[in-house]
């Protein structure tokens, strides 16, 4: 087959796909619709159609998950050769094309024939993934530290890196080990009874964090509140500074000489012995 013939069948494939698509989208406009049934009254729920696959591995994965989800919502009810059909036209670029065309011609001759667009799937998987996209699963999974993250955020982002790292059993709990902060994992270890399965070392390995930062924090609390009741004792402890005040005598109605102020006056009588001039006390 000359590069020509290949290139005018991949434009009929694409104007054939093309014009499923309007198909498609027709069929779902049609069902949106209130023709010849009940009224819909549930909200409308739009969903993002997948980006354009060109073969690369490391997007493999995510166009297959929107391909997926796509199908679920809006294709439920169409055959699953029209579904497979339609993830079909989003694989474009180089290479992918010739596969696709592949594909079609399958479909067509009824070489193949899929179950469900499920099955599809893996097949697209196995041939674009090629086992590197495990590679860089496996990869990011060795990079996991738990840092500054709590248990739940490490054991979510450790279970988005291992989906797909085909890594499971033993060395899957090992992996999560070695992420995970030092202390907590030397309290599992001493623990009597280990955790066997994955799920237990996250279910243990999460409530032991979380009793942790707890406690940190009622430590935390309690010492704020020995250094407030501290500062509050010490306030009471020291003396009220003394405050001198004069005193304001009355006046008085005769007409001797005014008192000295702030000096009380006495009638004590004062003894006069021999020698002794007035006035002066008697020693």
Request: hydrophobic share 35%; glycine share 10%; with cysteine.
């Amino acid at each position: 087959m000359s590069q020509v013939n290949l290139h005018e069948i991949i434009r009929q494939q694409q104007e054939q796909l093309a014009a499923m698509q309007a198909q498609i989208q027709a069929l779902l406009a049609a069902q949106g619709g209130t023709g010849g049934g009940a009224e819909r009254t549930g909200p409308k729920v739009e969903v993002a159609t997948p980006a354009i696959f060109n073969r690369e591995a490391a997007k493999v994965g995510g166009f297959i998950t929107a391909c997926r989800l796509f199908v679920r919502m809006k294709l439920r009810g169409v055959m699953v050769e029209e579904q497979v059909q339609w993830v079909l036209s989003y694989v474009q670029g180089g290479t992918a094309d010739v596969w696709k065309e592949n594909v079609m011609e399958e479909l067509e001759s009824g070489e193949v024939e899929y179950e469900s667009v499920e099955k599809f799937l893996i097949v697209l998987k196995k041939e674009f993934g090629g086992g590197e996209e495990e590679s860089v699963k496996a990869m990011e999974l060795r990079k996991l530290e738990q840092g500054g993250k709590t248990m739940e955020e490490f054991v979510q982002e450790f279970k988005r890196a291992a989906r797909g790292s085909e890594y499971e059993g033993r060395p899957l709990i090992e992996e999560f080990k070695r992420g995970m902060n030092g202390g907590i994992r030397r309290k599992l270890m001493e623990a009597e009874n280990l955790p066997v399965s994955i799920k237990n070392w996250y279910r243990r390995a999460t409530a032991l964090d979380r009793n942790w930062r707890e406690s940190r924090r009622e430590e935390e609390r309690l010492k704020k509140k020995e250094v407030g009741g501290g500062k509050q004792e010490l306030r009471q402890s020291l003396p009220r500074p003394l405050v001198w005040q004069r005193r304001q005598m009355p006046q008085q109605a005769t007409t001797g000489p005014a008192p000295m102020e702030g000096v009380e006056r006495t009638n004590a009588v004062v003894v006069r012995g021999p020698g002794q001039g007035a006035g002066v006390p008697p020693r």
